[in-house]
């Protein structure tokens, strides 16, 4: 009596192609019954209910992402002394904020000296001495001159004063500073050497005026000594808006870091409440990564717009895109890096799919994989143990890795587009590995059916 001929153990990538069906089909595991039937208690009110529940949740998550971007921008820049300071201390050595801090000293040191009056009292003076009426007089018509002088003199110092490292640690401890400022300037409440008023934000730059009037005196422009005390504010921002956003601020301040999770949390559970729980993360991830690019967008037009509306307190509309763009680099860092994550987890769940090109996909790598290992146990190079156990847990051992990537994700301090990249390139290269170590474990499987005793086919 003859055996039934055994069959042949499928391969790697008819097994991953089966392994999707049977994880995604409506009648395959962890889904109904055979057939597509489903049990009783899951009836048509309840999948409404579920799917209806699941849809709400993911575009809520697509609305709160950019939310939760601005939520953690206003927490961290308004709020966080050194980081806001580490922020804005390029500023002072920005070309267009040195240009402005420049023309707002020389302006408030220069106006207080009157060539004309200066040049006329000389000339009084002089003629009182004996100098003949018509030279007095020829020399009263030197202001002008004189203004122009010390326009020059003032500015060369004031230029000096402002490209030194002096000027550079003068504007960091006056941010530092006007830290408490910046905050009232979002929430209403503390105060510093920033003033808030009617939505302007100034700086106070006394310390720098102080320092050119005092090497005025140094290079002989005595009368500088007598300068009094003026007005010594730059304006850094003016909105007519920024007192209506303070109670949007409030808020923001008071949910702080943990909005974000919340969003996630939201994410995850409208992902967990569909039906087709793989489609439902692509759309998610795109839908969140088109609100990030809308904002992104919004951004773009709402800064055109500002530049393009400057009100007369604004002196410099160079150093005012330049604080701006300062202000809002985390912020518009941050939406590119939830633009690119995005469409990365969408890419991702695409790619675990059954669709025609996924699978072909994992297949030709699956045999790219094989192929390596076929030629290293040709060469008498195994990984032993470790390639049977990928073997055996290559699934679980993939799935501990996404989520030890998501944690460094998590816990990175303020992720960039380079750094979704890089745990991108890091995630493949880990697959690629588990890859050959489960090919190289089906290669001495393989190996050792061939080198054990056949059974016998025929018999009684």
């Known amino acids: 009596m003859t055996e039934p001929p055994v069959p042949e153990s499928p391969g790697p990538e008819e097994r991953d192609a089966t392994d999707v069906r049977d994880a995604t089909a409506p009648g395959g595991r962890g889904g109904t019954g055979a057939g597509g039937a489903r049990p009783h208690g899951g009836g048509a009110a309840g999948r409404a209910a579920r799917s209806t529940a699941s849809a709400v949740l993911i575009v809520l998550t697509c609305i709160l992402v950019p939310v939760a971007l601005l939520a953690t921008w206003v927490h ?32 408030a040191v220069g106006a ?24 007095a007089d020829a020399l009263s018509r030197l202001g002008p001159q004189i203004d122009s002088a010390v326009d020059q003199a003032v500015t060369r110092i004031a230029t000096r004063v402002v490209h030194s490292d002096a000027f550079a640690t003068v504007w960091t401890d006056a941010n530092r500073a006007a830290h408490n400022a910046v905050v009232h300037a979002l929430t209403g409440k503390g105060r510093g050497a920033v003033g808030i008023s009617d939505g302007t934000v100034t700086l106070d730059v006394g310390t720098a005026v102080d320092r050119v009037k005092q090497q005025l005196v140094d290079a002989g422009l005595k009368p500088a000594a007598k300068i009094p005390q003026v007005n ?16 949007a601020a409030r808020l923001l301040d008071i949910v702080g870091n943990w909005f974000p999770v919340i969003v996630v949390l939201l994410g995850v559970a409208g992902v967990f409440l569909a039906h087709r729980r793989r489609r439902a993360l692509a759309r998610t991830a795109l839908g ?150 489960a090919a190289s474990g089906r290669a001495q499987l393989d190996a050792g059916r061939r080198t054990a005793p056949g059974t016998p086919r025929d018999g009684v």
């Open 76 to 107: 961290d820049i308004a709020l966080d002394t050194d980081r806001y300071v580490a922020t804005v201390e390029p500023l002072a050595t920005d070309p267009a904020v040195q240009d402005a801090a420049v023309h707002r000293i020389t302006e």
């Open 112 to 135: 207080h000296v009157n060539g004309p009056q200066v040049a006329s009292d000389i000339a009084s003076w002089l003629q009182s001495q004996g100098l003949p009426p018509r030279a």
């Open 288 to 437: 969140a990564a088109f609100a990030c690019l809308v904002v992104a967008v919004a951004l773009i037009v709402a800064r055109h717009y500002y530049l393009d509306h400057l009100p007369p307190q604004v002196q410099s509309k160079a150093a005012a895109s330049a604080v701006f763009d300062t202000l809002l680099r985390f912020l518009r860092v941050s939406l590119r890096t939830g633009i690119v994550l995005g469409v990365v987890i969408a890419l991702g769940a695409y790619f675990v799919g059954p669709g025609r090109l996924p699978v072909a996909v994992r297949g030709a790598s699956d045999q790219t994989a094989d192929s390596a290992a076929r030629w290293a146990a040709a060469h008498h190079v195994t990984t032993g143990r470790v390639g049977a156990w990928a073997l055996a847990y290559r699934r679980a051992a993939t799935l501990g890795v996404l989520l030890i990537i998501a944690l460094v994700f998590a816990l990175w301090n303020h992720p960039t587009v380079l750094t979704v990249l890089l745990l991108v390139l890091v995630l493949l290269a880990v697959l690629a590995v588990l890859a050959l170590l």
């Open 232 to 247: 010594k504010q730059l304006v850094l921002f003016q909105s007519d808006e920024l007192a209506k956003f303070r109670k």
